[in-house]
C-alpha cells in the first residue's frame, strides 16, 4: 500500500485540485466540490435501494404460517418470581455501564467528524503519510479504549458478582487486548487503503466500495480460522451417543456436517451457547462446552436450531447484505467527506490527507453504530426462522421450551426488554417469546402445549 516512489513521493490530490468543471485544463480551485459527486450518489441511491430491497423481500418477516394460532409472550408463565427477580436485578447492574460504553463511542464518533479536534492532534505526527495514517488510527484507538477499559471493567465486576464470568483479571485483559488488537488490525487495513485510495484516484469512491465488499466478504470467510482460535480452543466433539445422534440429526436434516466443534468456553464463563460461523470450507457448527452439561435432547434442540441456521445460509447471506451494506458505507463516506461543512468542521481538507485517519474512524463508528437496531431486527427474524426449523427438525416442542428456560436461568438473559434495550441489542427473540412461538408451532402441528 506504499507508494511505489517511496514515501510521500505521489503528492495528495486533495479534491480540491479537481473540480469537475476545471479539471480537464489542470487549473486548480480550492474549496470547490470533489469529482463524481453525482456518480458516487447514484451509487449510493442504486446500491442502497437494492440492499434495502433484497434486506425487505429475503428477511422471514413471519416464522410460522399465518394459520397458526398467535401465543402470546408471558415470562411469568415460566419463570419463578425469584428468577424473573434475579433477571431483572442483573438487568439493572449491566445496563448502566453498557450505555456508557455506547455513549462514549458515539460522542467520540461526533467529536471526531464534528470538531477538528481530531484533525488537530493527529497534525502533530511526524513522518511519511502511512505511517501518520497509523499512528493516527493507534492514537484514537488507545485513547477511546482507556476510556472504555474501566467500564469493562465495572462491566466484568457484575459479570463476576452473578458467577456469569470465571476468569480472573490477566485473563480479562489478555482477551480485551486480543480483541482490541484485531479490531485496530482492521481499521488500520481500512483506513490506509481510503487514504491511498483517496491520495491516488480522484473518484476513489468505486475502487472503495468494490474493497469494502470484499473485505467484508474475506473478514467473515476467514473469522472461524483466522480469529476464533485467538479466544478460544476448539475440538471435535468426542465419540459417543451425542455426536452420533447430533450427526445423524444433520443427516436427517440434509445439511452436511463433518463434525461438531466444542469451545473451552467454560475458561472464560458459565454461559451456555452455540454458534455457526463460516461459510464454504470455513463453515462450521460449535458448542460451547458449557453447554455440554445440559441434557442430551436439549443439546440436540440447540444443534438442530444451528442447522437451520446452516440450512439457509444465514452466514454467507448476512456476509453479502452487509457487504453491500460497507459498500454503500464507502459510497457514504465520499459523500459525506466531500461536503463543505464535514471539511470545515473536522479541519480535514479531503481524506488524502494522512489527518484524516481520526475523520474516517468516526464516520465509520457513526455509520456502525446507526446501523446496529436495522441488524438486529432482521437477525431477530433469522433467528426465529432457525427456531422454528429446530422444531420442524426434532418436532419436540416441550424439550425446545425446557432448553429455553435452561438458557435463561444459566446466562441470565433478560425476561422482559425495554423497547430501548430490545432495539439497540437483541440479536433474538426474547426468551418469553421463543417460548410461545413453541406454543404456537405446537398447536399448529396439534402437539400438545408444552
Ligand atoms: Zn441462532
Redesign the pocket.
Known amino acids: 500500500m506504499t507508494s511505489p516512489h517511496g514515501p510521500d513521493a505521489s503528492r495528495p490530490r486533495d479534491h480540491d485540485d479537481a473540480d469537475p468543471a476545471t479539471a480537464g485544463n489542470g487549473a486548480t480551485a480550492p474549496g470547490t466540490a470533489a469529482p463524481g459527486l453525482r456518480a458516487a450518489g447514484w451509487a449510493l441511491a442504486v446500491l442502497g435501494a437494492a440492499t434495502l430491497a433484497i434486506t425487505a423481500f429475503t428477511t422471514p418477516w413471519r416464522a410460522l404460517p399465518e394459520q397458526a394460532p398467535p401465543v402470546a409472550p408471558d415470562a411469568a408463565r415460566d419463570f419463578t418470581a425469584e428468577q424473573l427477580a434475579r433477571s431483572a436485578a442483573f438487568d439493572a447492574v449491566v445496563g448502566p455501564p453498557a450505555y456508557l460504553s455506547l455513549g462514549l463511542t458515539l460522542v467520540t464518533a461526533g467529536v471526531l467528524a464534528a470538531t477538528p479536534l481530531g484533525a488537530r492532534l493527529l497534525g502533530r505526527l511526524k513522518g511519511p503519510w502511512w505511517l501518520r495514517v497509523l499512528l493516527g488510527v493507534l492514537a484514537v484507538t488507545v485513547a477511546v479504549e482507556l476510556l472504555r477499559w474501566p467500564l469493562g471493567m465495572w462491566q466484568e465486576t457484575h459479570l463476576r458478582d452473578y458467577g456469569l464470568s470465571v476468569q480472573t483479571w490477566p485473563a480479562w485483559a489478555a482477551d480485551r487486548v486480543k480483541g482490541i488488537g484485531i479490531r485496530t488490525g482492521l481499521t488500520a487495513v481500512m483506513v490506509l487503503a481510503v487514504v491511498a485510495l483517496a491520495r491516488r484516484v480522484q473518484r476513489w469512491w468505486l475502487p472503495a466500495a468494490l474493497g469494502a465488499f470484499t473485505l467484508t466478504v474475506a473478514a467473515s470467510f476467514a473469522y472461524p480460522v483466522l480469529v476464533e482460535p485467538v479466544f478460544n480452543d476448539f475440538r471435535p466433539m468426542a465419540a459417543g451417543q451425542l455426536r452420533d445422534d447430533l450427526l445423524a440429526m444433520a443427516a436427517r436434516d440434509g445439511v452436511p456436517v463433518e463434525d461438531v466443534l466444542v469451545a473451552d468456553a467454560s475458561r472464560r464463563t458459565t454461559a451456555l451457547n452455540?454458534?455457526?460461523s463460516g461459510f464454504g470450507a470455513t463453515r462450521r457448527i460449535v458448542v460451547y462446552d458449557t453447554l455440554l452439561r445440559a441434557p442430551a435432547d436439549e443439546v440436540e434442540l440447540v444443534v438442530a436450531?444451528?442447522l437451520?441456521?446452516a440450512e439457509s445460509g444465514?452466514v454467507l447471506y448476512g456476509t453479502l447484505v452487509g457487504g453491500l451494506g460497507a459498500a454503500c458505507g464507502a459510497c457514504l463516506l465520499y459523500l459525506v467527506s466531500s461536503a463543505r461543512t464535514v471539511r470545515r468542521r473536522s479541519g480535514v481538507p479531503s481524506l488524502a490527507d494522512p489527518r484524516a485517519a481520526g475523520l474516517i474512524m468516526g464516520l465509520v463508528s457513526l455509520a456502525t453504530g446507526l446501523s446496529g437496531p436495522v441488524q438486529n431486527l432482521v437477525s431477530r427474524q433469522?433467528?426465529a426462522r432457525?427456531?422454528v426449523h429446530a422444531l420442524d427438525l426434532t418436532r419436540d416442542p416441550a424439550t425446545f421450551a425446557a432448553m429455553q428456560k435452561r438458557l435463561a436461568i444459566s446466562n441470565i438473559s433478560d425476561l422482559s426488554p425495554d423497547i430501548v434495550e430490545y432495539v439497540l441489542y437483541a440479536s433474538?427473540p426474547s426468551i418469553p417469546e421463543r417460548i410461545a412461538l413453541a406454543r404456537s408451532w405446537a398447536a399448529l402441528n396439534g402437539l400438545p402445549e408444552p
Do not use: F, R, T
Open positions: 452455540a454458534y455457526v436450531h444451528e437451520g441456521h444465514d433469522v433467528e432457525a427456531d433474538h
